[in-house]
């Protein structure tokens, strides 16, 4: 996107503009951003749904510690791109705000509130020395009086709250299914199908295994969907599942790309 | 507008001068302003309008969440300009500011004190070590002892007071309306209707939906003004909106432009 | 002035010398500060006088905003030129330093003494790390004793009492005008006269409306001249005003240049 | 893994990314565990089991201080891959947290918890200015809620849960081993089998005394095993063990390679 | 004095040193002082007598604000030569110290003692980060224990006691006069007389005005000799004033290197 | 061992890891401590004893004043390798940690644990910014549950527990000795012949005045051997002393090299 | 004694190693010592001797300003060389030692104890950041339990004692006459007179004017030598003195080197 020799003179320095205007410590966070599997978010008429992709790279990783998504407070979760241990560190950032919000205000917090207590953070990042911006983004979503929000928080601090978006790798092709197939009366099984058809998109060898699914409603709160249910929901979305070789392929591939996928925390 | 080598060798510190006096990094702070949306404030004689251009990146981000004006207090809002992020913790310094002056003082703050508090904060981030300029702008205006006041703090933390103006990309042609067509006895209605003309002079698809528009007036403070009533306003003030294959080209541009968009927070 | 690449080698760091003893960027502070529009300073028998260039960059801009005289205490002022966000900085640092002397000693601060706390604070920015020299020079003035006293301080934070001086741009023209026509028993008429007659020198179009003229004398204290006797004394100093075609295009210079001075903070 | 010049900007500061969205420091924090002769970690059903490589440099060195398995409470222990002086850091740093938890809470503490107060840890490392970050890798494995949990932590401070995996040099031919052969239902002994045939699969001249092997079951808690048993299960696991004059060249080797040795903090 | 790139490695650092043992940032200071007018000190049987020399760059500059001496204490005062804000900072502290002895101890601070407060603070700027050499050099001298004593302090923070010395520019030609002539029996006005013989030797055009003689005696303390008698000293001193013509000349010559005496701090 | 253009980018920062995962200050320092004369360490039945070399390079230099021996406590004492004002800081550190072992645990530390209190404080300065590492290696030796135990810490902050070894210079040839020669059932005398051996094997023309001995057993504690017992167990060890005229010429080498040893504070 | 481009490396940050293991921010400090006129100490049977060399840069600087020679307690004093600021900073130093010694324990500190506070002090400026080494060498001598002894401390930190050494310029030969005459039976006398002919194995035109001599013995503690005893004593040292033709053109000598020797802070 960028190049030459003028760029290497701003991107030392973590908090220094470039001739136009930019912040390039911030543009390279968003590319480690990019490196990362990505994870959908959807909101529906029923509350939030969060679609992630993560594929481990051996077969003897366990799945679930490859955490994409999280519950942040009773109605409230995320889900995470970009540099693991970054967003791991945001991830309990955030909790560690709702908690401190229940106990000072005696209330959960909104999910705007919690957005902008991450984004703040963020910024301050990118803008003071000694530190460098974090490479990872986050969609927090949940219920809000009643009322389904989804937000997402990029490597600068700048929150936006979204209908349905997704951070991560390969993003332009996601982002389209989800603006062709969005509507504003999606139930929750229509937002967990949409959000793996999106993924679907991207992706021609994607299965079940390779997706974390969770909702978010006012009657249940946050609620991780358990793998069958995400494997009927991909029947449902119609995505033609790889047949066993290709399977077994993949698996090589995983093996294959072992010593590479290692040297990367971008999941 | 600067070139060379001879500029390197002045813009890797935050705080230093050029051999011509200049602060580089003041002034690429101010091409992170340039390269966003623009945002026109208008001082009538009933009080103070915003006019703020806003264009999503995507159908499915919510047009709200790219929160470009504000209220700080009663009677004073900010329209902003600029790095995204960087704004809004200029706004929440703002408003802290007035909060802390209604608690220290028991009155609200002045419109002229505020816009000084910012512009000293931000003064500060161009002198010392450790930290970058603000790549944001902000409107302040607001109604201070029953007049309409108008004040603009750049980069650079220099205030100045106006009758009207624009922060943003695209300043010139739309700084050469409001000089042509601004005059003492504008109604509020007026300022209006002259701020989205000063932006149509510079986007020729300008739509409604692209607008975000509110007034401080004596008598209602701060004030949002609704979606219809800037659709009304916006042909009110005779600007020809685009027809429809127009639009929905425009809405192909959004999509063809969302990865552009996504790697730059100056909106 | 300089040039070339020894000079490089010691301009970025704020506080260091160059070989031949220089300290580069307290040098190109005063480039700041030439940068800027100039403001006299005249000691009359009857008190001090400043008279202060500021042509705004747009019609729409509100003359009084661009402030660069100042009451700092009942009986001194000050009178700025170069980078406005840091002069800013120190007629607030002046005026808590009044403000403090008054609650510490029960009695107004002596020009002198006001002074040297001002070039006291500026010296420092130049001899400590992490911070850069101010931009920004002031005239000092004001009733002391009874007696007119008027000073300049620089960049390096060097304190000189004068007679009559300017700051800012054009500095040459101006001061030989001060030189040939300052006497002891001027009064305070005298002195304003003086003052627009030498900024006149230097600027052939120059007109009341871009002059601010203020007066401290033992009887009144700091008085702000209000604009009819402004035109009157610039009627007065014989400067022939340019006809209204001229004038016309003083308008249009001042559109012309608007976005550059925008990108200039030195006003 | 990267070349040239592009490189060298970015691999000064250790908290910068770099274009493409890497962070080079702790990409090369993780080649400095490559250098380090590998450690593995097999979850059985009974419980977990490590099996580390060290091959002292000397004769005279005493093997059991070349530590790579420690004991970190009742019932955790781990296994550390890479520069030596950073893994005992990383290992007192956990061996304190376990003993505040018990202290704070009167409990033990988790495995997964655990391993998070180290992650989080070396992830500021990688974060904030002033530092470096840690050149080790640490195995974390015991008995948490009676179930045998296994995870790992890399320089990054990204956690992950594992049946079995192993950090340190030679890691792709290891894994496979480890991929092929590890079952759900492996008993403790099993465990121990695989790690040896994992660890001989990338070392032609594997002999007992180069192993280090520890378990940690809910019945006996931490247990390092003796190093008779560890050459009986050496037999056990099939692994053909060097003739005697292999063992002369080899300890020849060691001699040889003393200088290098000693250069090389990586064990 | 130096040259060539191997310096340039050296000097950009304040406290380093180069391969030849120098601390160049020490000696670009001391360039700073010989940059600056000089200003001599003679020990004499009767008392200190200093004579500085300071030509303002305008006839409008108040020439009793070129402070060059200054009264620190009621039997000690100081000459100083080099950057004017540095040199300020210097007298300060000065002052502040032999104030601070008189409230411990009770009694007048040494000549010895306060010259060493001085230098042991200027060396502190030669040694630690953050901050630069001062740029100036004081003469100090007095009365201690009925005795005159006369010191230099140097921008290395070295003090030295002389019977008569310089500091400033054109020190060869000054000092040499200085030891042709003065002997340890010199009455005080004989030793203003040196002190004026020796400055007229670098300059032909030296007139009364240009100098600022104060002497410091047991009987009266710090006295500054009032511009008559120094006019009547210059007489007695032989020195031939230059005619009205070349006065006039050289209040060209000021008006002519006004600009650059400006960009000059070093007075 | 490194060289090239690639090393220079990596060598300058004290805490960052090269692309091969090195520390490349840590190895510097390591030839610091390879540049100092050798000490030799050696566990045996009956204690530890260490054997040091140190040649004065004046013969009016104090000979204990090369201090390489000391003792940390009773039953503790160190050799040092390297650049001897950090060895002794290192050497000040293990003494005020074994003291306040005592104080805080009535009793006294253990050889390992003060070995750990140290290499984690080595550590640190490998890992924090604002400082280098210690350019010393201690040999750390003595009686632990009436067991002797000998541990070696190196630059990097790894302690490693050993039979016999030596730092410093010519440690090749020194540990091939020690390695052949070695047996677990050694007196304490024999310990003090293998070192003298040992050293003797790396330099033809060593003399017993060349050598400190000390002996740590748990009947004796820390025991400084005398030189006359040097010199009997140097003969015992049939170690061939050069004759008088080598002696002589050795000195003569010592004054050629004054100069040189002077420069060098690695011994 | 060293080169290149390579050393520019390492030169830069005071506390880092160059890839031989040296830090040559310490022997850059060294040379600034080597620049240094020489002192000599003798310790005798009597006492300490100290003999110093300083020859004045202008007739009219006190002798006795160039202070070499220093008491710090009743039966210690010093000798310095080198940077003059820095050795003043070390000697005041010392002497606080010294009374917080004697304020603490009650009783004088010892030669060797003394030394080493300072060598630890001079240490920590060779590894953390934020300063550079001391460029000064001192002897420290004096009586400790009846017994006089002598020692040296160098840039690093190095403490050694000595019979009789040099620090400053010339040391080679100065230190070939001291080992070839110096015996352990020399009077107080005799000491003295070696002093003397060791400075002048290097300086022709030696003067007793040149030498400052000090004492120290368990009788009178600290003694300057008045200056007739030092012409004595220079006399029965059998050193010719120079005529005074020669005395001539040395003072001549000294005029010339005035500007040199100003610039030169090592004496």
Chains 1, 2, 3, 4, 5, 6, 7 share one sequence.
């Not at 693991?84 to 991830?91: G, H, S, T």
């Amino acid at each position: 996107m960028m190049g030459g020799n003028d760029q290497q003179a701003y991107d030392r320095g973590t908090s220094l503009f470039s001739p136009d205007g930019r912040i390039y410590q911030v543009e390279y966070a968003r590319e480690a951003v990019s490196r990362g599997a990505p994870s959908v978010g959807v909101r529906t008429a029923e509350g939030v749904v969060f679609v992630a992709m993560s594929r481990a790279s051996s077969t003897l990783m366990e799945a679930e510690s490859i955490e994409k998504l999280h519950k942040l407070d009773d109605h409230v979760g995320t889900a995470s791109a970009g540099h693991v241990a970054d967003a791991r560190q945001l991830i309990d950032f955030a909790r560690r705000q709702a908690q401190g919000n229940r106990l000072r205000y005696g209330e959960p917090v909104g999910v705007e509130a919690l957005t902008k207590y991450v984004t703040d953070h963020v910024q301050e990042n990118t803008q003071r020395g000694g530190t460098r911006p974090y490479g990872a983004a986050l969609l927090i979503g949940g219920i809000e009086n009643g009322e389904p929000r989804l937000f997402a928080a990029d490597p600068s601090g700048t929150p936006n709250e979204w209908k349905a978006t997704v951070i991560g790798g390969g993003r332009k092709a996601i982002q389209e299914v989800l603006e062709e197939e969005w509507s504003e009366d999606l139930s929750l099984d229509d937002g967990v199908g949409l959000g793996i058809r999106a993924l679907a998109a991207r992706d021609d060898e994607l299965e079940p295994g390779d997706l974390a699914v969770a909702t978010i409603t006012d009657a249940d709160g946050y609620h991780t969907v358990p793998e069958d249910e995400v494997a009927a929901a991909f029947d449902a979305a119609g995505i033609e599942v790889p047949d066993d070789d290709a399977d077994a392929d993949d698996a090589d591939d995983a093996d294959d790309a072992d010593d590479d996928a290692d040297a990367d925390d971008a999941e």
